[in-house]
């Protein structure tokens, strides 16, 4: 509470520091203050309200207090103002699909895809999703997209998508895939909890055979 007292203060003496501004409405967050942090960041609105980075920032704060209705309508608004910001396209996204919005969830991805199909929070919440509509091989070729052509490096996505071809049925592929992942990061507990269920799978198989 004293730094959000220090904050608040600060604010006092300087209404339009847009920094100071962040910091108390991420504190009140912490602070499990909603209604606070959504007042805090509605000054920054204010201040420009034509900024999509003030409305998407405004929408994340909201989201996390868990008003949705306020995140939502500063999402489209910042998507209102810049239709390319990928950004608040991926949050709005998002926010419909934990209200169980999938089809408006998915205009939100489809079009930040087609404006940054590699942008890294794009791809993780839209592989998540097509694993939930149950789209193994859109969330397989969404993996290896990103993995290929630009991110190979990147681990948690290896995993994810070794987890995905284990999934889709292809036990053979996940293997491999997650052995990479330890080649990388030997103690990486997702592919070895993954190894360990397919081995187990592959076994109840040969059981039921013989």
Known sequence: HAAIDFYGKALEYKNDFVETILVLADALI??????????????????????????NYAGLVAARAGNVEAARANFERAVALDP?????????????????????????????????????????????????????????????????????EDTEIVARLARVLFSSGDPAAATEVART???????????????TEIDQDLGEDEAAQG
């Open 30 to 55: 912490e602070a499990r203050d909603g209604d606070g942090a959504i007042a805090a960041v509605r000054r920054l609105v204010e201040l420009d309200p034509e900024s999509s980075f003030s409305n």
């Open 84 to 152: 390319d910001l990928v950004a608040a396209r991926v949050n709005l996204g998002v926010l419909e699909w934990e209200q169980r919005n999938l089809e408006t969830a998915l205009v939100q991805f489809r079009e930040a895809s087609r404006l940054d199909p590699f942008n890294r929070d794009l791809v993780c919440n839209l592989g998540l999703v097509y694993g939930q509509i149950d789209d193994p091989d859109a969330a397989v070729t969404l993996y290896r997209g990103y993995l290929l052509e630009r991110h190979p």
């Open 181 to 195: 992942v330890l080649q990388r990061e030997p103690g990486h507990a997702e592919a070895q909890a993954l190894l």
